[in-house]
């Protein structure tokens, strides 16, 4: 089994920051892609940000230049850096992995609980 824990939510004023990290832990033969995702209210999730083993991230077009997504491979963490934070980027964020846990197994991926993030005006 895998887990995916996410921490660093909580509250910011308009334009603020904030950094969430993501770990993910157990049975990990190999971790590919690391990926946040939100869910806003009313909503369907939505990619935020990816980052793939050779430490390329990919960005959401209404995040790219404010959102910074790092990985340590060693640690299997992710931290996305968010900066100039807006009321529309109150959601309820989610790490995934992308996950092989042994040889002849296909690819799995495994999702955190979640973890929100309120902006206010």
């Known amino acids: 089994q895998v887990d995916v824990a996410e921490s660093g939510g909580g509250m910011v004023r308009d334009g603020g920051s904030m950094r969430l990290s993501c770990a993910a832990s157990?049975?990990?033969?190999?971790?590919?892609?690391l990926g946040w995702y939100r869910q806003r209210p009313g909503q369907q999730r939505e990619m935020v940000a990816t980052i793939g083993m050779d430490g390329r991230a990919h960005y959401a077009d209404f995040v790219r230049g404010r959102f910074t997504l790092s990985r340590d491979n060693f640690d299997n963490t992710a931290t996305l850096q968010m900066n100039s934070l807006q009321p529309d980027d109150t959601a309820t964020y989610y790490c995934?992995?992308?996950?092989?846990?042994?040889?002849?197994?296909?690819?799995?991926?495994?999702w955190g609980q979640g973890t929100q993030v309120t902006v206010s005006s």
């Open positions: 995934k992995a992308d996950v092989k846990v042994d040889i002849g197994i296909r690819r799995v991926d495994f």
């Open positions: 157990g049975r990990i033969l190999t971790l590919f892609t």
